[in-house]
């Protein structure tokens, strides 16, 4: 087993949100490991039953790990032994335990379904904060040491999905109300008006634009709601679609449509005042 001379970054610590996706800077870190000119090994019984060299790669390793041949024996044999080191030697085997299950968390996230405005790279920070935790308190006598790497990062995705999801419901509620409210008053006098303005965060605060260009009947309420959920709420048109029961195409027109109206509508004297 040789350690690599050179130090690498610490991705177990959670690499935090950047051009480059968690997932993929751990990877990355990952792989250096792997590449170094003495590169980070394990020994090759861990994975294979009949092994023809001494020691892997990590790399390596973890691609026999995740090949169908490799007997469920061998993989919790594996995984109790990077677990083991991880827990017992720190730096830079925490960082090989939990790049180890990196293509799993990328085909868990694939199948997640995550709410528009839920960055993908939120949810991969979560699902790895979760591992990095886990990793450090799992029993490594346990017969499924990887299985609940795996559980405790779908647990926590899940969650976060749950949170966003609750959290858009709550704020296109009260977006809907306001909207909702306003366009079916009457006219209002003009101290009326700027007062139901200033209370809905000004002139300008988008949801109190929506709801003065429904009760000037440039837009209709339903026109007014999608706008709001998907432009500002960031939910998803494809969703929203099928919510409504028509194409995604025609909903991108209607709202093409509406917006249209709406900006001609900013853009006159009325909408500048």
């Not at 886990?134 to 795996?150: E, I, K, M, N, P």
């Not at 494809?238 to 995604?248: M, P």
């Amino acid at each position: 087993m040789h350690h690599p001379s050179r130090p690498v970054r610490r991705p177990v610590d959670c690499p935090r949100l950047s051009d480059r996706s968690p997932l993929g800077a751990l990877e990355a870190s990952f792989l250096a490991l792997a590449a170094a000119p003495s590169p980070l090994t394990l020994p090759a019984h861990l994975v294979c039953e009949e092994p023809e060299q001494p020691a892997l790669a990590v790399d390596q390793v973890r691609t026999r790990l995740a090949h169908p041949a490799t007997s469920p024996a061998l993989r919790e044999r594996a995984w109790r032994e990077m677990v083991r080191r991880a827990q017992e030697l720190g730096r830079p085997w925490d960082t090989v335990a939990v790049a180890m299950t990196v293509p799993v968390l990328r085909r868990m996230l694939a199948r997640l379904a995550r709410p528009a405005h839920l960055e993908r790279a939120e949810v991969e920070q979560e699902a790895l904060a979760a591992v990095a935790a886990t990793l450090h308190t799992v029993d490594t006598d346990a017969s499924d040491v990887g299985r609940q790497l795996f559980a405790a990062a779908d647990r926590a995705v899940h969650r976060l999905v749950y949170a966003a999801r609750r959290q858009a419901v709550r704020e296109t509620g009260l977006m809907a109300a306001h909207v909702g409210r306003l366009a079916h008053r009457g006219p209002l006098t003009g101290c009326q008006d700027e007062a139901e303005v200033s209370a809905g965060g000004g002139e300008r605060d988008e949801y109190g634009v929506l709801a003065r260009a429904v009760r000037a009947r440039v837009v209709d309420v339903a026109e007014a709601r999608l706008i709001a959920r998907t432009r500002l709420g960031g939910e998803s048109m494809k969703l929203l679609a099928e919510e409504r029961g028509v194409s995604v195409r025609q909903l991108y027109r209607h709202r093409a449509a509406a917006e249209q109206h709406l900006v001609a509508h900013l853009k006159g004297p009325l909408g500048e005042q």
